[in-house]
Every structure is written in C-alpha cells, then in structure tokens.
C-alpha cells in the first residue's frame, strides 16, 4: 500500500497538466468564431470541454488513490472536484491561450493539490494506517468507465490530430489510474496480483488504442469491451480470493454487468439529463460559448459517464465474498 500515495498524488498531477493543456490549447479549437446567428455550432462540438472535465476527475480518483480510500480524503477529492469544475468555466470564459497560460495554470493547479495533500497527511498524522477497500475499488470503476469515454470521444470532423492526442493521453491515464486503485484495494499484493495488474494495464492500452483506430460511429463494440475487460480486471485484481483462487462464476457476473452495464447507466442518465436537466447548455452558457443548434444536442459526456460510473461501483465495489453474497 506505500505505493498508492506517491502514485496517486503523481497522477492527479499529471492530470493537472492535461487539465491546463485542455484548457489553453484544446479548448480554442473547438470555439467556432462568428458570427454563428444562422450556423451554430452541432454535437460533440465542444469535446474538448468532456476531456477537461474527464481530467479534473482523473484528479479526484488520484487524490482518492492517494488517500488510500480514506473518508477525509474522498471528501475532499469530491469538494475539490465540483470547484475545479466551476473554475474551469470561469476561466474558460477568458480564452487562455498559449504557453505562459499554459505553464501557469498547470502550476496553480498542482500548487493548489499539493497544499490539500500537505493538510490531509497532518490531519491524519498519528492515526493508524488504514485503507477503504471499497472506496479504492468504486474509484477504480468510476476511473475503468471514464476511460470508455475518453477513448471514443468524437468532434464534427474527428480529423483534428489534437483530438487524437488528447483522447489517447487522458484514457491512458485513465488506465493507469483505475489498474492502480484496483491493486491498492486488494488484500494482499502477491506477484501474481502485480503481473495481473501489469497485463491488465497493457491489454487495455491496446484496447483504447483500437477503439480510436475504428472509424468515428462504429465504436460501440470496441468501446463494450474495452469496458468489460477493464472493469472484470479490476475485480479480479480487487476482489478477495478465498483459498488463493478467484472464485470464477463471481467475476463471470462481474464480466455480464461491466460489458452492458456502463452503457445500460449512460441511457439512465443521458435521456433525462437531455430531457428533464439540460446542463450541457447551461455549461456552454456559463463559460461564454456559442450554444449548439436547436436540431442537435448538447450532451455533457463526460457528467453521464460519471454518473455511471458511479453506478457500475455500486455493482461491483465489493470486495469481499460475504458482501457480495
């Protein structure tokens, strides 16, 4: 479990930068320039927007990581995550750009982590070390769905080589984050468990690899099972194994859910986020942004695939046997 702190506050650094890249490099090649009164902007317009906000999550699991599924930590991981988010659209709304924006914004935000990190160790200072087992699994769920998203994420044109990029560095980290808080929840870290984790982590690079090599509308399959692999390696990696084996016919469960489930929870949430809660427009509004025409939709992504996320935790965050039982 040492490696979990370290790890995790690296991490929710590195996804600080891709934060600030998002911010200033990304984002003002997805902002149509007018005027717009007749030709608005249509779907998946803003998604660099979806892969800032996948980076200020990717933030909050490595602060969860870091605090080894403490309460003092998730909370905070949780608080700091929604003020990041309307920071973001406030600084949205003044158009940074270039290096110097960049640099800065990528240092205020890790300064900010690292005085949060520096008050949790002295809160916790003296107390027993101690891990949630649960709420390191649930942060690996929420990390293994997430990396769905960032994987397929599409533009108008999908033939911006940054988006590309983007995609592929945010899902990796993803990745990496979700292999890692799945090996921080297990009881034990045998080399058994270590080289799972290791070919868990390659077999789903690949896999975010392929599904950004499919053509843009026909990802749905690759995406699937992208999502089950990952989501059944963490509980293979999470999950206890009574006797020193894992008991096969639950992770078969486990594999049914994480193939359908994620997009079963994206549904759930999609249809009354577009219907009932518009937020995507009220976002675009706030950060200043054209808003997407009246025949299109402006889906916030990255919100749905947390939100199920969420759900798939709540499905396979549980550890050990008698509690899935």
Same mark, same amino acid.
């Given at each position: ?11 929710? =650094? ?14 003002? #090649? ?27 999550? =990717? ?26 988010? =309307?920071? $973001? ?5 003044? $158009? ?10 990528? &240092?205020?935000?890790?300064? @900010? ?31 293994? @769905? ?21 995609? #592929? ?6 990745? &990496?984050?979700?292999?890692?808080? =799945? ?92 219907? #009932? ?23 916030? @992504? ?24």
């Amino acid at each position: 479990m040492r490696f979990a702190r370290p790890v995790g506050l690296l991490l929710s =650094a590195v996804a600080v930068v891709l934060w600030a890249f998002g911010v200033t490099v990304l984002q003002p #090649l997805t902002e149509p320039i007018g005027p717009w009164s007749e030709r608005l902007p249509g779907n998946n317009t803003y998604w660099a927007r979806d892969l800032r906000f996948l980076a200020i999550m =990717a933030v909050a699991v490595g602060l969860v990581l870091a605090g080894r599924g403490l309460r003092s930590w998730s909370r905070t991981a949780v608080v700091l995550g929604g003020c990041w988010v =309307a920071a $973001d659209l406030a600084i949205d709304r003044t $158009d940074p750009i270039g290096v110097r924006a960049t640099v800065l914004l990528a &240092v205020g935000g890790c300064a @900010v982590l690292g005085v949060l990190a520096v008050a949790l160790m002295g809160w916790e200072r003296g107390l027993p070390p101690a891990a949630d087992r649960k709420v390191l699994t649930g942060a690996a769920c929420v990390a293994g @769905v997430l990396t769905i998203v960032a994987a397929g994420i599409e533009s108008p044109t999908d033939r911006e080589p940054e988006l590309n990029q983007g995609a #592929l560095a945010t899902a990796a980290l993803l990745v &990496v984050l979700s292999v890692a808080a =799945a090996l921080a929840a297990a009881p034990a870290r045998p080399r058994s468990r270590v080289g799972l984790a290791a070919g868990l982590a390659v077999a789903s690079l690949l896999g975010v690899g392929l599904v950004r090599a499919v053509a843009p509308g026909t990802r749905l399959l690759p995406e699937m099972a992208l999502g089950a692999v990952l989501l059944t390696g963490v509980t293979l990696l999470a999950w206890d194994w009574p006797g020193g084996r894992p008991i096969w016919r639950h992770h078969a469960l486990a594999a049914l859910a994480a193939f359908v489930g994620p997009f079963a929870f994206l549904l759930v949430t999609a249809i009354p986020m577009l219907i #009932l809660l518009p937020i995507g427009p009220t976002f675009t509004a706030l950060a200043g942004n054209s808003p997407i025409n009246a025949a299109d939709s402006d889906l916030l @992504v990255s919100l749905c695939r947390l939100l199920a996320g969420l759900g798939m935790s709540l499905l396979l965050a549980w550890p050990t046997a008698d509690n899935r039982r």
